[in-house]
């Protein structure tokens, strides 16, 4: 028998708990929340909101989205968590009276200090930016941060070669000569186009996995990825 060439991720098990109350899809749909929590408070930005009242928003939001019955409610857009999250965060602004509400309430996620955003100038929209645009943006970036966590773990046995070469992927035209990068560690030029090769297979196949986690179908994949890096080139 041959594994399954597309296991269920986070978005899919998310899907599967529509027709019931499922702990494992609820903790799903947290995680994810949990993930993508800084392009809703961008997009709310966008909207013209200011810091604190996008922080209540954002809190207030998750209040809503991790409610215990939301699952048995819920409706895939076009199979992208992305989409879905917007769609839900534009029809919960129109009910204010239920927006007020939910401000009230925490919701039990670990969200970034909010002073830390503002440096990170997540709040700034690109000139000419519609809100939707800043929130597919800021998901990208998020994406890639995540990414890039994730491969500092996995080269964390070699971490001076890696903070010498994570560059070939955050900036490639800012990387050192080789050959600086090889005197300076004590390593062939050869070694380090070896690892330069590595990194960027072991990035790239990074990302795949992280947009994986966000669609429902194995097909919507290589789409997700490509909307998301021209976004990113722009």
């Not at 209040?63 to 029809?91: H, I, K, T, W």
């Not at 046995?157 to 600086?180: I, K, T």
Request: a negative charge; proline letters at 5%; hydrophobic letters at 40%.
């Amino acid at each position: 028998m041959y594994p399954d060439p597309f296991p269920p991720t986070r978005w899919t098990l998310v899907l599967s708990a529509r027709e019931g109350d499922n702990r494992d899809s609820f903790e799903a749909l947290e995680h994810l929340a949990s993930e993508y929590w800084q392009p809703i408070y961008t997009y709310l930005r966008g909207k013209g909101r200011t810091h604190d009242e996008a922080q209540d928003d954002t809190q207030g939001f998750f209040a809503y989205l991790l409610r215990r019955d939301f699952l048995s409610n819920l409706q895939p857009e076009g199979g992208r968590f992305r989409n879905f999250l917007l769609v839900c965060l534009r029809r919960w602004m129109k009910d204010e009276v239920n927006r007020v509400i939910n401000v009230k309430r925490k919701a039990e996620i670990a969200l970034e200090p909010w002073h830390e955003l503002e440096l990170h100038g997540s709040a700034s929209l690109p000139k000419g930016s519609s809100p939707e645009e800043a929130f597919d943006r800021s998901w990208a970036n998020a994406l890639v941060s995540r990414a890039m966590t994730a491969l500092q773990e996995r080269w964390s046995h070699r971490a001076d070669l890696f903070s010498a070469l994570r560059l070939v992927v955050e900036s490639p035209g800012s990387v050192e000569p080789y050959a600086e990068i090889a005197a300076r560690l004590g390593m062939t030029e050869g070694a380090i186009g070896k690892a330069v090769h590595d990194l960027r297979r072991q990035f790239a196949e990074q990302i795949q996995a992280e947009v994986r986690d966000t669609v429902a179908r194995e097909e919507d994949v290589e789409g997700e990825l490509r909307y998301l890096v021209d976004l990113l080139r722009r």
